[in-house]
């Protein structure tokens, strides 16, 4: 199809989960914006003596302050508004124009398809973005139009790449969500999906619709209530068991998160399978790259599942990576599981497989009565391309984690060289070594004198009228005074 134009030779494909950060170096006026209605610590404003070299710096530290707060904010950090603040010059093209012209050239070539609506911010991602469609012999049917840029992680041959999105329209399995139609080419990929009214687990869990933006309704949620103890049990038991499946099958994943499981009724579908061969950054990367024991994607998955597991039973995501302690759950079995994934032990260690989860007392008991038999073929020579591009992405991780390891300890040192307690030890030190410096001077100097008196030794000392027992007597002395780091003349010896 030739829908798609071919991406300009030399195109860098950012990771748009790297975090960003800024610092205030100078101060301009400029018109306020309102990201979310998250509550954020702006700092007070003054209409008289806002102009005042103080106010103007607390004003500073306030603003740092509120920026830091954003730049670690998970959701809000990888806001587009955010990103274009902070790096304007990466984050200056259109993508909902650039997403309309490929959608347009697409039903050019496609006319059954019609765009009902453009679904404006549903989505996280950037360079991803969602029509509401519908077919024109059927249309009171809804669907799914997704149109996503290639990402970083995208090692795929053109060849294999088309060919492995196509396939995805064959996949059958109780426990992913079909795929009506999908293409790709060497810029872009574009996928169709049934349209859910009743939304995603992340729906649910924060009381949210659909069509709402991603920043309204997950950012700051109303009400903060985890599911049932059942419901985390079912739709736990039915997101490992399709993770297990991927994993048989050597498909590469790694982007688990409850806006990328759709509700079906009682049972849990899987999202987005197309991400991965796209080369598309996961969104938890900014937390396992963290961690260099997470190192594979069948670990990443793991991570990814621990964090769904805590944002069901609580609500909300966990504040911090990783979770000291957890509050009250439904079950002890609950909290069991979540420590062997999200506790600071469990990083060090590394993630269980998704055999040894499913084998836990949380879900080992959990009747699954979908009869449905999985069925997705992928011919060999895909499968080891797949392999390849598994194994590279693990490497670029696995690289990235190295640098923030190396990035973190040179941090720490810095950190520590500059501390107080630090500083006060150096001081200490340079007066001690001062100390000795001058002893050993003193030392010196008495040693001159001792050799020069052993020299006279056969005759008067330069001093005149000193003998020779007065001088070894002199010299004696001398020592002992310069001992006590005491100067004295030597005409008041001689």
């Known amino acids: 199809m030739a829908f798609m134009e071919k991406p300009p030779a030399g195109k860098v494909l950012l990771d748009d989960t790297v975090p960003l ?28 003596g806002n102009m005042e070299r103080e106010f103007i710096a607390e004003r500073q530290k306030g603003l740092q302050a509120y920026l830091d707060v954003i730049t670690t904010h998970h959701i809000l950090s990888n806001c587009e508004l955010v990103k274009k603040f902070l790096d304007p010059n990466s984050y200056s093209v259109n993508y909902t124009e650039i997403a309309l012209q490929h959608v347009s050239m697409f039903f050019r070539s496609e006319p059954k398809w019609e765009v009902v609506e453009p679904l404006k911010d549903i989505g996280w991602r950037i360079r991803k973005k969602y029509f509401l469609m519908k077919i024109k012999n059927q249309p009171k049917e809804r669907l799914m139009l997704s149109w996503a840029d290639l990402g970083p992680d995208k090692y795929l041959s053109d060849k294999d790449l088309q060919y492995a999105v196509k396939l995805l329209s064959s996949c059958s399995h109780p426990y992913i969500y079909k795929i009506t139609f999908a293409t790709a080419n060497e810029s872009s990929a574009l996928v169709i999906r049934p349209f859910s009214e009743k939304g995603t687990l992340k729906d649910l869990i924060y009381k949210g619709k659909p069509k709402d933006p991603f920043l309204k309704k997950y950012c700051n949620p109303k009400k903060i209530q985890g599911l049932e103890l059942q419901q985390i049990k079912t739709y736990g038991r039915q997101i490992l068991e399709v993770l297990k499946f991927l994993h048989e099958k050597g498909f590469p994943y790694g982007h688990l998160h409850s806006a990328n499981v759709m509700l079906d009724g009682d049972t849990c579908k899987l999202l987005d399978l197309e991400n991965s061969l796209l080369g598309l950054p996961s969104f938890y990367r900014s937390y396992f790259s963290q961690f260099r024991k997470i190192n594979t994607l069948e670990g990443v998955d793991v991570h990814c599942f621990g964090h ?187």
């Open 308 to 494: 769904l597991l805590y944002e069901m039973t609580y609500g909300r995501p966990p504040d911090t990576i990783p979770v000291d302690s957890f509050p009250p759950a439904p079950s002890v079995f609950v909290v069991s599981v979540l420590e062997s994934i999200l506790t600071c032990e469990a990083m060090k260690n590394g993630m269980p497989t998704v055999s040894r989860l499913l084998q836990m007392p949380l879900f080992s008991d959990v009747l699954l009565t979908n009869s449905e038999k999985p069925q997705f073929k992928i011919p060999t020579k895909l499968k080891e391309a797949l392999k390849t591009s598994k194994e590279c992405i693990e490497k670029r991780l696995t690289e990235e984690q190295k640098l923030i390891h190396q990035h973190r300890r040179l941090t720490r040192a810095q950190s520590h060289h500059g501390s107080e307690e630090e500083k006060k030890k150096r001081k200490i030190l340079a007066r001690k070594k001062s100390k000795r410096s001058a002893y050993e001077s003193g030392e010196e100097h008495s040693a001159k004198y001792s050799n020069s008196n052993n020299s006279g030794e056969m005759g008067c000392h330069p001093c005149s009228g000193t003998t020779l027992k007065e001088s070894r007597m002199w010299t004696l002395k001398s020592n002992s005074l310069s001992n006590r780091k005491e100067v004295f003349p030597i005409e008041e010896y001689c």
């Open 21 to 48: 950060t800024a610092q205030i170096e100078a101060s301009q006026s400029l018109h306020s914006h309102t990201i979310s209605t998250l509550s954020l610590p702006l700092p007070p404003k003054k209409l008289i």
